[in-house]
């Protein structure tokens, strides 16, 4: 059986105008690889609502996943949960048990609830939370929608607590073969190799080494590790001692 | 007038397995703010035609330019050129002018070209040459779609010799407010403030201090500075002491 996919969408002006440089795509990758999750696209839009409602409405449609990074705060610019909710025709308000939990913590800090951090408990009608153990604050899973935060540490732990509740399939395996030959060199036999292995996939990464001279790291990945194991044989072969 | 407006697309496999952490959007967002050309949306898709050919047709429609990473080398999953040329219906072979810079350098390095080097030389019908001054291979600019290489180095290369022949809008500008004070209780007066002050965006990035206790940096995008700047000094005027 095919694996489960997925999409991300990642929220927020600052992403866009390049003041902040996003984190949160490059380890959801890595750990949606690991759990047999195939991440098939990922957006980036502004803190803007019809573009996320868009987005979301697409991306949901055509995954098994959408996880979303970002806009879950008390600010003016946090209005992901209610794009959501929008996109896919759900109620949001305040709901009891997510208002519980922000209490709670406030509480323990000694903090007033106001209207600003109330606003972080309006979650979708018939959403499951996802546990902040970061910063308290939920996020949720609507459907298919799996609407995290922004900030990297707080993403960080979301994931890892959500991802264990998904139902993944077989792990993406890699195996790297660095050959110390120019791109130009080795594209000929390793298109040849990768259009007699339809199940495994070939990605070719050169570098520039410090003599100037070139080299590429061939990744091979697939769900059969003999499979990998067996190209990669059949690369050093090909490429002998210029292949390590 | 509005700024023209952008969309980046991101073209691998090793972005959405989490081989390879993307630097290409982070460095093209802010060069794109410098420039006063609002970048409005990113995607990344995997080496895969017809979601390559989807992409550009749809986000070379919805902006003024579209801006490409990766794919433009001479391995079998570099298919970049021959997809945007699909996708904006134009004609794509070896191009003469190419073919001349590539056996060029090749001559100079004592290589030989052949049939995977000869690829990189494919460019449409009607496309204008980008520059390489690093790995010589050209990238190209077809109607208001920019293709240029994934690997870093080549990709900022490109984008410095392209960026000037684009005509920009107003830059943006920012002055950032650092509050030490919870979002929670930031949440409301900047709330206001920005209702207030439609020509101008706020954003607010909380972080965490080494004390366990939090603040946030409130940036305020536009492109009159001191719009800008009277909206900073009234961010310190509220938060007072607790505003840096």
Same sequence: chains 1, 2.
Avoid: W
């Amino acid at each position: 059986m095919a694996n489960p996919t997925a999409a991300m969408l990642v929220i927020g002006d600052e992403i866009l105008s390049g003041r902040t440089r996003d984190a949160n795509m490059y380890h959801l990758a890595g750990k949606l690889t690991e759990a047999g999750i195939d991440l098939k696209e990922v957006r980036v839009v502004a803190d803007d609502a019809p573009k996320i409602e868009a987005a979301v409405a697409s991306l949901a449609h055509k995954h098994d996943h959408l996880f979303t990074s970002g806009g879950i705060g008390p600010t003016h610019d946090d209005i992901t949960a209610d794009c959501v909710a929008a996109a896919m025709g759900a109620l949001i308000d305040v709901r009891d048990d997510a208002r519980a939990i922000l209490q709670a913590h406030y509480d323990r800090q000694g903090m007033e609830m106001n209207d600003a951090r109330l606003r972080m408990a309006r979650i979708p009608n018939g959403a499951l939370l996802i546990d902040n153990p970061v910063s308290h604050a939920p996020g949720f899973s609507l459907g298919n929608v799996h609407v995290m935060a922004g900030v990297p540490k707080i993403f960080e732990a979301m994931v890892e607590g959500l991802l264990p509740t998904l139902t993944g399939g077989d792990p993406l395996l890699s195996v790297t073969v660095r050959v110390d030959r120019g791109e130009g060199d080795i594209a000929g036999p390793l298109g040849e190799l990768a259009a007699s292995n339809p199940n495994l996939s070939f990605g070719s990464y050169p570098f520039q080494k410090k003599d100037g001279r070139y080299g590429a790291n061939l990744v091979i990945r697939g769900t059969d590790l003999s499979q990998i194991n067996e190209a990669a044989a059949r690369l050093k072969e090909i490429f002998g001692d210029d292949a390590t």
